[in-house]
């Protein structure tokens, strides 16, 4: 007795083929995209500061034991 194996193949593809995009997407996507920015913008200002405070303070060590001394009041 002959072995028959049952295969199924796909023939047709569920590819969307109509992309609209209205123009409150596009909005969303500038916004998203200047909001992004900007934090950025944010971030590196920080580390700028971060940066200047430990070159001014001497070091990391120093910067924590002065930032220490400016909360606890000693």
Do not use: H, N, R, Y
């Amino acid at each position: 007795m002959a072995e028959t194996v049952m295969t199924k193949q796909k023939t047709g593809s569920a590819a969307q083929t109509d992309s609209k995009t209205s123009v409150s997407t596009e909005i969303d996507k500038i916004i998203i995209g200047t909001i992004a920015a900007f934090a950025g913008v944010v971030g590196l200002w920080s580390i700028a500061c971060l940066a200047s405070a430990m070159f001014q303070a001497g070091g990391p060590l120093a910067l924590a034991g002065g930032w220490l001394k400016a909360v606890s009041g000693m």
